[in-house]
T-cell receptor, first 115, second 114 residues
């Protein structure tokens, strides 16, 4: 069974720092990996999607990398801002079996960026 | 193109009542997924549906929970005889015809059972 772990669970940093959020998964047979942002009481906003054949994706100040063989992904946030404060979720989609449709989520990293 | 719509956004039910949660997928999307987020926990898959078909319901509790996605109208997640432990945020996602596309999430329905 696929398990997704995110480290750290919480992170509090001053504005301007560069950050690395970590995600690991136990089954490397994935189709893709997604990073989401969740604001308190709100839904999920997709940030980046990396296909299993890709090594990284970039969007603005965000860069996500994927090492499928070792079961790891990192989300890099450059020059953090208070508006980046949210919970960041990592989710993987399996590549086989009867569970093709579902995403497996980690518990998230709660990020606070203070001015 | 409107995103995934869910209603109601907030729902309060007393123990023993029924809860109906609705999800309208994005236009052109025929695949719908329901997830539940319990307090202090991650999102857990519940059920995956296509129009008029349940593809995978292995994440759904065996009793009191049911889901449908009719030919016309929204997908509905139904919880009968709610209990306090059902209090959670329920998220719906949709994707286009092929089941390997990115999933787009709605804003969620927050169910509170008193």
């Amino acid at each position: 069974k696929q398990e997704v772990t995110q480290i750290p669970a919480a992170l509090s940093v001053p504005e301007g720092e560069n950050l690395v959020l970590n995600c690991s998964f136990t089954d490397s047979a994935i189709y893709n990996l997604q990073w989401f942002r969740q604001d308190p009481g709100k839904g999920l906003t997709s940030l980046l999607l990396i296909q299993s054949s890709q090594r990284e994706q970039t969007s603005g100040r965000l860069n996500a990398s994927l090492d499928k063989s070792s079961g790891r992904s990192t989300l890099y946030i450059a020059a953090s801002q208070p508006g980046d404060s949210a919970t960041y979720l990592c989710a993987v989609r399996p590549n086989r079996g009867s569970t093709l449709g579902r995403l497996y989520f980690g518990r998230g990293t709660q990020l606070t960026v203070w001015p | 193109n409107a995103g995934v719509m869910q209603n109601p956004r907030h729902l309060v039910r007393r123990r023993g009542q029924e809860a109906r949660l609705r999800c309208s997928p994005m236009k052109g999307h025929s695949h719908v997924y329901w997830y539940r987020q319990l307090p202090e926990e991650g999102l857990k898959f519940m059920v995956y549906l296509q129009k008029e078909n349940i593809i995978d319901e292995s994440g759904m509790p065996k009793e009191r929970f049911s889901a449908e996605f009719p030919k016309e109208g929204p997908s509905i997640l139904r919880i009968q005889q709610v209990v306090r432990g059902d209090s959670a945020a329920y998220f719906c996602a949709s994707s286009p015809a092929a089941d390997r596309h990115e999933q787009y999430f709605g804003p969620g329905t927050r169910l509170t059972v008193t």
